[in-house]
């Protein structure tokens, strides 16, 4: 039996649901790499929105940490920076946006070593806008069934909003089964880790007064 166009468009209305999981509105997301924010992501739309400064600073600055779990049969196939900008008109919007596979961050960002660093988008290296899953993942256009990880942090001094999209869909296609860490475990196993490049520390230069 065709499905009617009634039963269609419902189907389209429901994948096109936005849920905002807004930062200020949430309460602070956690700083702990070991403990990160859960957002429970449907399918549709997921929109994020967190600020970060002085992440450098564990005393006065701000680090995020969010994660997300893909149930069975759910999948991710774009994330999308959509903006990061300064709130108070700083000179320095540039975000660091990291990905892990898994529900914690074992890679240490003060010490930059350690595993569990899949990937990162700078904000001013791409734009925003574009679809960055294959940066963050290692080259994967497709994430399955799992637990997925976030870390979003920014050095300057002048806090620092950023808001990313996750689309969620139902399965692509009858019988398809997408290992998704199992995968990535097998491309890092190919390829060799070389090392991870630093993650800078932009410090906004200000004029002398």
Known sequence: MH?????LFALTATLAHADIFDESALGEFSNDRFAPTFLDFDQGTNTVLNTVFNSNNPNRGDRDYYTFTLEEGEFIDSITILSSTNLNDGRD????????FGNIFDFDPDAQQGPGLAGFVLTNSFGVE???LSDLTAGLDLIGPGDYSIWSQQTG????RVVAEFNVIPAP???MI???PVLYAARRRREPQQGLPSIPNREIERPPS
């Open 3 to 7: 499905a009617t166009p009634l039963a």
């Open 93 to 100: 919007s540039t975000t660091f946006f990291g990905f892990a």
């Open 130 to 132: 574009r679809n960055v």
């Open 157 to 160: 001094p002048d806090p620092t």
């Open 173 to 175: 296609g009858a019988g």
């Open 178 to 180: 997408l290992l998704t």
